[in-house]
């Protein structure tokens, strides 16, 4: 799929740096759009096997498997490739109230879907590699160098690369990105694995507020049947106290914290964490711009991060191709700024909320529980889950009916 050396054209119209999700399908979608293949140029510092090979596991919601079909990257490869979310049910640990959404409210097949981050690439860059998008890798920009025609992008094997723009589409977490002004620390790590529980509801996730903070366990089919991801929020000290705890303690304390609906836990993988925080402050200049991950990383309450890099890649698609250059990224930036905002307010609200006991968690238990009856109010927070702010900056023009 990648193209060699002495294939590659120095002058492209896009320079993407960073081949994951949304770099690919902002590739993917720049050809839809009308801009040819081999005027744009995707760089990855790793080699397609390596990408090909993550086990992470990823949600994408509705909206994003939209996308996905547009540029033939879905169904995803593999069996059992993807896992569909039914429902979701959301709930505050030691108080009243609890919601649920459900797909047929929307009229859909599934609100959304739980997959392997290395499908979800694969499908990706083979739909990039029938586009002939010019794919470099492995390789890394050293240096990038803007001027009033151009941005040069000099790469670590001495090549220098000019396009009319470039993209920073190159993901991380908290603390790996360069302070691009509004940032916060939300002083918890993320712990992530694969459990296994002695009575799996199909198809339903599940997102759970603890005093420690979200606990959220996501269905995934796979060879050993139906498990699932989990993404627990605790303080950092508590996060090595979990990965170093040996199993059956590990599985006790996972079934304290999330109680008893799906059973007991009965089987742990290897644990990893992360920390968590907010950067949100996208990057720009009058010929480069950030999306995804390189523009905001968000806390992972509710599943957004993803999602809302492939609605930037979306927007972004559509104005580079009606307006190169600097015009279509002042129009990126006019047309994300509500959707970006209203996603980030909801994680961040969501992430700091609902940690943490007192009397205010009593209101929030309540509020879970009107939410549970009012169905509109139900209704838009799965559209906005689904598919962001609605307007200029939709996904995709319309949801199926």
Not at 8 to 30: M, T, Y
Not at 226 to 238: D, G, K, N, S
Not at 296 to 301: F, G, I, K, N, R
């Amino acid at each position: 799929m990648d193209q060699r050396n002495e294939e590659h054209k120095d002058n492209v119209d896009v320079a993407i740096c960073g081949a994951g999700p949304v770099g690919l399908a902002l590739a993917a979608l720049l050809t839809r759009r009308g801009i040819a293949g081999p005027r744009i140029a995707v760089i990855d510092a790793r080699a397609l096997g390596q990408a090909i090979s993550d086990p992470r596991s990823i949600a994408l919601a509705w909206g994003s498997r939209q996308l996905l079909e547009e540029v033939g990257a879905w169904p995803l490869p593999g069996s059992p490739a993807s896992t569909p979310i039914h429902s979701i049910h959301v709930s505050r640990r030691g108080q009243f109230g609890r919601s649920l959404l459900d797909r047929s409210e929307h009229r859909l097949e599934a609100l959304g879907y739980v997959a392997r981050y290395g499908d979800v690439v694969d499908a990706l860059a083979r739909a990039v590699d029938r586009a002939g998008v010019q794919v470099i890798r492995p390789a890394r920009v050293v240096t990038l160098d803007e001027t009033a025609d151009h941005v040069a992008l000099s790469l670590d094997d001495g090549r220098t690369l000019t396009a009319q723009v470039a993209v920073g589409a190159e993901g991380g977490v908290f603390g790996q990105q360069e302070d691009k002004g509004k940032t916060r620390d939300y002083g918890q790590s993320a712990v992530i694995a694969r459990v296994a529980t002695s009575s799996p509801i199909a198809h339903r996730a599940f997102e759970r507020f603890t005093d420690e903070g979200p606990l959220a366990l996501l269905p995934q089919e796979g060879a050993d049947g139906l498990q699932y991801a989990l993404v627990w929020c605790v303080e950092p000290a508590r996060a090595e106290a979990l990965q170093a705890m040996d199993e059956e303690r590990f599985l006790r304390e996972l079934g304290e914290a999330f109680g008893g609906r799906l059973g007991r836990f009965t089987k742990v993988s290897p644990r990893f964490s992360y920390a968590l925080g907010l950067n949100a402050e996208p990057h720009a200049t009058t010929r480069t711009v950030a999306i995804g991950n390189a523009a905001q990383t968000l806390h992972p309450v509710a599943g957004q991060g993803l999602n809302l890099g492939l609605r930037d890649a979306a927007v972004l698609a559509r104005l580079l191709a009606r307006c190169p250059g600097p015009e279509g990224i002042g129009r990126f930036l006019d047309e994300r700024s509500q959707d970006r905002q209203l996603t980030i307010t909801l994680t961040d609200a969501m992430a700091r909320a609902f940690v943490g006991s007192g009397p205010l968690q009593s209101v929030l238990g309540l509020g879970l529980a009107a939410l549970d009856v009012v169905q509109p109010a139900r209704t838009l927070l799965g559209e906005v889950m689904m598919y962001g702010r609605r307007g200029g900056s939709a996904l995709l023009p319309h949801r199926q009916n």
